[in-house]
């Protein structure tokens, strides 16, 4: 299994530029997550979904949204960049009844 | 807002010695993890504890949770220098199916 993977894993975008973050599981996980991380603050959730055709919002959802299509695939859309989401992102994913959750290698953003 | 605080934010200590570091979070919790990240890489989860468990133990790695004070602790003994990691502490509440994350001590371990 490839586990969680995600693409791009560098990317720089001008303010205002849209973009979409991929990540797909390959263990029929039904829950899936987007993280994002900067210096001291740990990890913030910005959106997680526990199936197909469900979404809802972490901590911090302003400025991305999600949809979730397929099992597998749980894509993250910037929708108008901006330079406080340099960031970067983190794709998780877990299964079953367990808690621990499988992470990506994450994609760094650069908004200038 | 973070649901755990970690610290120490950094820790710096000599192979073979141990390496505790505490986490603190706000509201009642279902469980606890503590998840490893070496630098420039995902999350590795290391070790859960159920909100009705007091200590864990996996390896050279021990847990302990006290939820009258809201506070966990990680000790990594005989540390080694590839334990040279950020380490952060994971709560999830009940009925609900967010995880959140704490800010993560830094540990170096050296030779």
């Known amino acids: 299994n490839a586990g969680v993977t995600q693409t791009p894993k560098f990317q720089v975008l001008k303010t205002g530029q849209s973009m979409t973050l991929q990540c797909a599981q390959d263990?029929?996980?039904?829950?899936m997550s987007w993280y994002r991380q900067d210096p001291g603050m740990g990890l913030r959730l910005i959106h997680y979904?526990?199936?197909?055709?469900?979404?809802d919002q972490g901590e911090v959802p302003n400025g991305y949204n999600v949809s979730r299509s397929t099992t597998e695939d749980f894509p993250l859309r910037l929708l108008s960049a901006a330079p406080s989401q340099t960031s970067v992102y983190f794709c998780?994913?877990?299964?079953?009844?367990?808690?621990?959750?499988?992470f990506g290698p994450g994609t760094r953003l650069t908004v200038t | 807002s973070q649901q755990g605080e970690e610290d120490p934010q950094a820790l710096s200590i000599q192979e073979g010695e141990n390496a505790t570091m505490n986490c603190s979070y706000k509201?009642?919790?279902?469980?606890l993890q503590w998840y490893r990240q070496n630098s420039g890489r995902g999350l590795v989860h290391l070790i859960l504890?159920?909100?009705?468990?007091r200590e864990k133990h996996s390896g050279r790695l021990r847990v302990t949770l006290d939820t009258s004070k809201k506070s966990s602790s990680l000790l990594i003994t005989a540390s080694r220098a590839a334990d040279t990691a950020s380490y952060f502490c994971?709560?999830?509440?009940?009925?609900?199916?967010?995880?959140?994350f704490g800010t993560g001590t830094r540990l170096q371990v050296f030779p």
């Open positions: 998780a994913s877990k299964g079953g009844i367990a808690y621990e959750q499988y």
């Open positions: 263990m029929n996980h039904e829950y």
């Open positions: 979904s526990v199936g197909a055709g469900i979404t």
């Open positions: 509201t009642s919790i279902n469980n």
């Open positions: 504890i159920r909100s009705n468990e």
């Open positions: 994971a709560t999830d509440r009940w009925n609900t199916d967010k995880l959140i």
